[in-house]
């Protein structure tokens, strides 16, 4: 399994952004996929994931502003984010995981300025 992100950038406060991420390879039903961030220092944090049946779940520091979908073929996710904070600057990180394997993605930068 390969994943693919594009998106992010320089975002001012407030505003919005949308990441995306596609996979490719052996694409096993029944998996998950979503998205982590990081800053300098600190561990990787979730941020959003969904299961191949839609099932959703959030950080709670990002609940109500950002949202998680798939694409229709189901090997793509999105992460429609809005209301940026300053605190959002992070390298982002696509996962996909089925049973035991786990893919990340090669991150991608979302920087929201003041």
């Known amino acids: 399994v390969q994943l693919v992100e594009s998106g992010g950038g320089l975002v001012q406060a407030g505003g919005s952004a949308r990441l995306s991420c596609a996979a490719s390879?052996?694409?096993?039903?029944?998996?998950?996929m979503g998205w982590y961030r990081q800053t300098p220092g600190k561990e990787r944090e979730l941020v959003a994931t969904?299961?191949?049946?839609?099932?959703?779940n959030y950080a709670d520091s990002v609940k109500g502003r950002f949202t998680i979908s798939r694409g229709n073929a189901k090997n793509t996710v999105y992460l429609q984010m809005n209301s940026l904070k300053p605190e959002d600057t992070a390298d982002y990180y696509c996962?996909?995981?089925?049973?035991?394997?786990?893919?990340w993605g090669q991150g991608t930068l979302v920087t929201v300025s003041s």
């Open positions: 996962v996909f995981q089925w049973r035991n394997l786990r893919v």
């Open positions: 390879g052996s694409i096993f039903s029944d998996n998950y």
């Open positions: 969904i299961s191949s049946g839609g099932y959703t």
